[in-house]
């Protein structure tokens, strides 16, 4: 538990890695799953704010019907997350990613959301170059965060997988070990930089707030015209501008299709973060 509090405290405390509530971590245990809460920060995570789940219990929602409907396959969902977690727990409320750190079989899991990685993610061609880059990762298409995001990678992740990158959204690495993590993490940003044209200017293009990259940019900035006046709005609004800039490197920039847009803002799930930041 302590090094998983301090690997998550370290990259949590690099804003090139990840931003206000965004990111999360996980360890498995004797058939316990520990996964972040909803929206704390991993810069000052305490062993507290870690989640006991029961992992045969989470990935028993894989084999679960739910209904098609949105907000019904959604409200099911959560509350079969919830079911989960462990007696004692019931005041916490898991990250909306827990599945997703259950489907790795590896000891420990690291969900970030770099800008320069997102420049991959977001680019028209990061599949293609990612495919060139990262042969043995697997990319998962942008699509409906929570249920579908989970069922959607369960299909697409082996026994060996250590590195899935997430269209318009971030990236998971699983390992036994805290510096297996670093390795995997420290190989992908060192590729991705020796792809840039130059280091990163200082002053950055405006984006079009209305036509947001991640959900972190939904979550903290809104869809605008207007910035929200808080300190997270301005973190993830420069955030944007930087993968605008870095996506110019993997085939030019490509922001969330307006109908995952229209479903994170209505998410249950998101608005549960962002009341926590
Ligand atoms: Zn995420």
Same mark, same amino acid.
């Given at each position: 538990?302590?090094?998983?509090?301090?690997?998550?405290?370290?990259?949590?405390?690099?804003?090139?890695?990840?931003?206000?509530?965004?990111?999360?971590?996980?360890?498995?245990?004797?058939?316990?799953?520990?996964?972040?809460?909803?929206?704390?920060?991993?810069?000052?995570?305490?062993?507290?704010?870690?989640?006991?789940?029961?992992?045969?219990?989470?990935?028993?929602?894989?084999?679960?019907?739910?209904?098609?409907?949105?907000?019904?396959?959604?409200?099911?969902?959560?509350?079969?997350?919830?079911?989960?977690?462990?007696?004692?727990?019931?005041?916490?409320?898991?990250?909306?990613?827990?599945?997703?750190?259950?489907?790795?079989?590896?000891?420990?899991?690291?969900?970030?959301?770099?800008?320069?990685?997102?420049?991959?993610?977001?680019?028209?061609?990061?599949?293609?170059?990612?495919?060139? &880059?990262?042969?043995?990762?697997?990319?998962?298409? /942008?699509?409906?965060?929570?249920?579908? +995001? @989970? *069922? !959607? =990678?369960? %299909?697409?992740?082996?026994?060996?997988?250590?590195?899935? &990158?997430?269209?318009?959204?971030?990236?998971?690495? /699983?390992?036994?070990?805290?510096?297996? +993590? @670093? *390795? !995997? =993490?420290? %190989?992908?940003?060192?590729?991705?930089?020796?792809?840039?044209?130059?280091?990163?200017?200082?002053?950055?293009?405006?984006?079009?707030?209305?036509?947001?990259?991640?959900?972190?940019?939904?979550?903290?900035?809104?869809?605008?015209?207007?910035?929200?006046?808080?300190?997270?709005?301005?973190?993830?609004?420069?955030?944007?501008?930087?993968?605008?800039?870095?996506?110019?490197?993997?085939?030019?920039?490509?922001?969330?299709?307006?109908?995952?847009?229209?479903?994170?803002?209505?998410?249950?799930?998101?608005?549960?973060?962002?009341?926590?930041?």
């Amino acid at each position: 538990m302590k090094e998983l509090v301090e690997f998550s405290r370290k990259y949590g405390s690099d804003p090139e890695l990840v931003l206000a509530g965004g990111g999360n971590t996980s360890m498995k245990e004797k058939g316990v799953l520990y996964v972040k809460g909803s929206g704390c920060s991993l810069s000052t995570i305490r062993e507290e704010n870690f989640v006991a789940m029961d992992l045969a219990k989470l990935l028993e929602i894989l084999d679960k019907e739910y209904p098609a409907e949105d907000r019904e396959r959604e409200a099911m969902f959560l509350a079969d997350v919830s079911k989960a977690k462990l007696p004692g727990e019931e005041n916490k409320r898991p990250s909306v990613e827990a599945l997703l750190h259950a489907l790795f079989p590896q000891r420990y899991v690291l969900h970030l959301h770099p800008a320069l990685v997102n420049g991959l993610t977001c680019g028209l061609d990061g599949e293609k170059i990612a495919g060139e &880059l990262f042969p043995d990762a697997i990319w998962v298409e /942008a699509c409906r965060p929570g249920y579908t +995001l @989970a *069922k !959607l =990678l369960s %299909d697409k992740i082996g026994p060996e997988t250590d590195t899935v &990158l997430l269209q318009n959204h971030g990236v998971f690495f /699983a390992s036994e070990t805290p510096e297996g +993590l @670093a *390795k !995997l =993490l420290n %190989d992908m940003m060192t590729a991705l930089k020796a792809r840039l044209p130059s280091e990163l200017p200082e002053k950055l293009e405006d984006v079009d707030l209305s036509k947001p990259f991640t959900p972190d940019h939904i979550v903290y900035c809104g869809v605008g015209p207007a910035l929200p006046d808080t300190e997270n709005a301005r973190l993830l609004y420069r955030d944007a501008q930087k993968i605008n800039w870095y996506a110019g490197a993997f085939g030019g920039p490509k922001p969330l299709d307006e109908e995952l847009v229209q479903f994170i803002l209505n998410w249950e799930a998101e608005s549960y973060r962002k009341k926590q930041s």
